[in-house]
């Protein structure tokens, strides 16, 4: 079969290449995948700014249908349309894997780094960590339920939006437009915010989506604006989603006296300098919030069969795997939100 190999280590070396197709061990399930996005993290590997384990094929958001069954798999048929939790290799013995938290077990290693992942004709994953896709979500939606299920943890497990909250989130990329239309679905009043460059199409898709206040902070103070709608209060809710210095210090800012900042923008690197002594003295509660667990992926399943949540806005371009590099390029220059590799056209 095809797959998209990062072959060693080094900034580039990421080649389409002809690899066996996967054999099933106990347990498994081969998968034919139909849709399969190309996430930030994808990037970072091609420019060897993430952890992986080459050669591996990069790739972990995906749906696609089961097209083979190992043994001992049981409650699941072939031509079943699935999607798939990440935590492979979670060792299932230590405190995280057995608190059903197998997303912090120091073992896992996820599809698309740790071990082959979606970017392929198939990929192979442990039954048990398979979610059924709703009838009426179609392969490339459903190919946005990891990155969702990550924005349902922020905001409806670690989170506590209500109705009426005023809801800020730093961040149009595909993790803060999913967080937005979470928050607004809880009754939030929301504002998203970002900057010159996602004018054009992160923003203009949030004004699609139906954000209720998109400000494009080149043109805007968006702490002026909070004030404004609060009353000179401060934002209940700010989700950062963004991981840089200025968002960060942002979120303390504008949150009120008691409010809530969930973080999910992980900083590329640097320390970042946070001005933690205001925080301290608002009372503000943060939660930090990483990858996401099983009722999470039931939730944003369910939220996109609902259209509770709407994806197909975010999807800028299908490419076939040969033209790999093109939807790389479309999300390394920030015109796109999500590019899909359709592997079996
Ligand atoms: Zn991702
Ligand atoms: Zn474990």
Known sequence: MKGLVKVGRGVGLVELREVPTPTLAPGEVLIRVKAAGICGSDIHIFHDQFPYHPPVI???EFAGEIAALGSQVQGWTKGDRVVAELHTRACGRCRYC?????????????????????FAEYIVMP??????????????EAALAEPTAI??????????????DLVVVLGPGPIGLLCAQIARSCGGKVVITGTERDRDTRLAVAGQLGIDHVVDTSLADPLLLIQD???GAGADVVVET?????????????VRPQGLILAV??????????DWSRAVFKGADVRFCFSSTFPDWERSLAMLATGQIAVKPMINGLFNLEDWAQAFALITSGKGIKA??????
Not at 104 to 116: N, Q, V
Not at 127 to 140: M, R, T, Y
Not at 245 to 254: E, V, W
Not at 265 to 274: D, H, L, N, R
């Open 98 to 118: 057995r608190t059903g938290s197998q997303h912090l077990c120091p073992e896992k290693r996820a599809p698309g780094w740790g071990i082959d992942g979606a």
């Open 242 to 254: 963004a991981g840089v210095a200025a968002t960060i210090n942002q979120a303390i800012q504008m």
């Open 265 to 274: 923008g992980i900083p590329e690197g640097e320390k970042i300098a946070v």
């Open 151 to 164: 924005a349902v943890q922020a905001v409806l497990g670690k989170g506590r939006v209500q109705p009426g």
């Open 58 to 60: 990069l790739g972990h």
């Open 229 to 231: 709608l609060s009353g």
């Open 340 to 345: 899909l590799l359709i592997p079996n056209p």
């Open 127 to 140: 039954s048990q960590l398979l979610h059924v896709i709703p009838a009426g979500v179609s392969f490339p």
